[in-house]
């Protein structure tokens, strides 16, 4: 049984849903994004409310504790973006209704075992990311945070900055996946496409304009504050104790790029935004 389902989560909840009413057993599932298949595929649309109906059926199968369990390790393991997972992911639901219980301790089980694997993996990602975001004045009262990382962890850190910083505007930008996310206080949080530096669609509101990723290490606005910063890091350090692996070790190169403190950041930019522009 192939199902094509639309290229988001509620899509794919969708398809394990037409598919667990039908109890198929090894289903395979392609996004309607996928590269087309030349075997018959049965289209399955997006349901309203689908999450919500898997909320109540999963709570009442395995109660409210297990069954938000699984879910919530589903929607992580899905959020890691890991090529061929949704076969795992519908097993891992499949196992936890068949036994009525959460199966993520039976890790000799090879679906369950990936789906585990790729929470955690999405999950430790966004626990990190809550302590590298670092967030500069772009507009008046308007901060703003830039990241690009390997997972899709944007809807997991999101819950954490909109409580701690529940009293002032914000903006964090994937600039992997071209997607804001817009907090603003007594309105909430808004997700934003972003389609150029200085454009984007929004279903609630106009984004302000935002730099654009090449213009990450400005300092134009708060320079003083980050010099200041950085200043206060290369006073603190001792030359002679100085670890370079074990910097990179603890914090690979690939985060240096969106760190106010590193001093080396605004010459990673420019060195890259060189080599782009060069001709091959």
Known sequence: MFVLHEP?????????????????????????????????VQPVAAEP?????????????????????????????YLSEQDGLSAHLYRYLYLALDMKRDPSALLQDRSVAAVVQAARRAGGLAHQYL???????VHDQLYMAEFAPDCHVLPLILPHFTD????????????RRQLAAWYRPG?????????????????????????GPSESGSRDEGSDFEQLWQLYLTRLAIPERRNRKLQIA??????????????????????????????P
């Open 131 to 137: 302590g590298r975001l670092r967030f500069r004045l």
């Open 49 to 77: 409310g689908i999450r919500a109906l898997f909320q109540r059926h999963f709570g009442r199968r395995l109660g409210d504790a297990a069954g938000k369990a699984v879910l919530e390790t589903v929607y992580t393991a």
């Open 8 to 40: 988001t989560f509620d899509g794919l909840l969708s398809a394990f849903a037409w598919c667990l009413r039908r109890k198929e057993t090894s289903p395979v599932f392609f996004a309607d994004t996928d590269q087309p298949v030349l075997l018959p």
């Open 250 to 279: 603890n914090m690979p190169k690939k985060y240096w790029r969106y760190l106010t403190e590193n001093p080396l950041a605004a010459q990673i930019q420019d060195k890259q935004k060189g080599a782009s522009g060069q001709k």
């Open 187 to 211: 309105r909430g949080c808004s997700l934003h496409l972003l389609l150029d530096p200085e454009q984007e669609i929004a279903s609630a509101g106009a984004l302000p304009a935002l730099p």
């Open 164 to 175: 701690r910083l529940s009293d002032q505007p914000f903006v964090i930008c994937d600039r």
